[in-house]
């Protein structure tokens, strides 16, 4: 008997397999409003580099301020998004840029924290390293640069919180030691302006600068110091 019920339940193991394995597959657990933001130079030159900034709508703040200090040394492009680390549509949403703008990419600045905040953050480092590996196969000879996520003036559940951004940036930080990666520590830089805030996440014009003086400063080390 008790045979017959080894062998059932194990029949039975070999049959949920494949619907658990379906069920733990990633899946996108989008927020109320989703939305992508690219840019591109006007009058992109092809004797220059080309940067590429990754991230979010406080990316997209600062990225005019990059553009900026970067003019003559580097043509800027920049793919601001919604989705989340451990949604799959990040993957393909950063490989079809690529493929659309069809340049090689000399840098990459990037960052991805602040959203998804349905995904924990055991999800976000299991995730973690498919992004890196994206980024790594849309720009093999680029210079990386990990931006950290900002702190927020108001919390909201389940996020973002400040403890939550502050893991987020521990995992990231963790997996990517030892990498041949650089870090802009943005979270370090904005705990000093707490007063330059424009809402409960995102920054005023002035925090926006700072933030894109010192990715820019990143940015051209990276291009090497015939860029600077």
Request: aromatic share 8%; net charge negative; hydrophobic share 45%.
């Amino acid at each position: 008997m008790w045979m017959r019920t080894i062998l059932a339940v194990l029949g039975l193991m070999l049959v949920l397999l494949p619907c658990v394995a379906v069920a733990q597959k990633p899946d996108s657990r989008m927020e109320e409003i989703e939305w992508t933001w690219e840019v591109r130079p006007a009058h992109a030159d092809a004797k220059l580099p080309n940067v590429l900034l990754l991230g979010d709508s406080i990316t997209r703040a600062y990225f005019p301020e990059v553009e900026k200090q970067l003019a003559g040394m580097a043509n800027v492009y920049l793919m601001a998004s919604s989705t989340s680390v451990g949604d799959p549509r990040l993957e393909h949403q950063i490989d079809e840029f690529a493929a659309a703008e069809g340049v090689s990419f000399s840098v990459v600045h990037f960052n991805n924290g602040m959203h998804g905040w349905e995904y924990s953050e055991a999800e976000y480092r299991a995730a973690f390293p498919a992004f890196v590996a994206e980024i790594h196969a849309i720009a093999p000879k680029a210079a990386l640069i990990w931006a950290t996520t900002t702190p927020v003036k108001k919390e909201t559940e389940p996020g973002p919180t400040n403890a939550r951004v502050a893991a987020r940036n521990a995992v990231a930080g963790e997996l990517l030691k030892g990498a041949e990666i650089v870090t802009d520590d943005q979270h370090l830089l904005m705990t000093k302006h707490a007063d330059l805030y424009q809402d409960s996440v995102h920054f005023n014009e002035e925090g926006a600068a700072l933030q894109g003086k010192q990715a820019a400063e990143l940015i051209r080390n990276g291009l090497g110091a015939d860029n600077k």
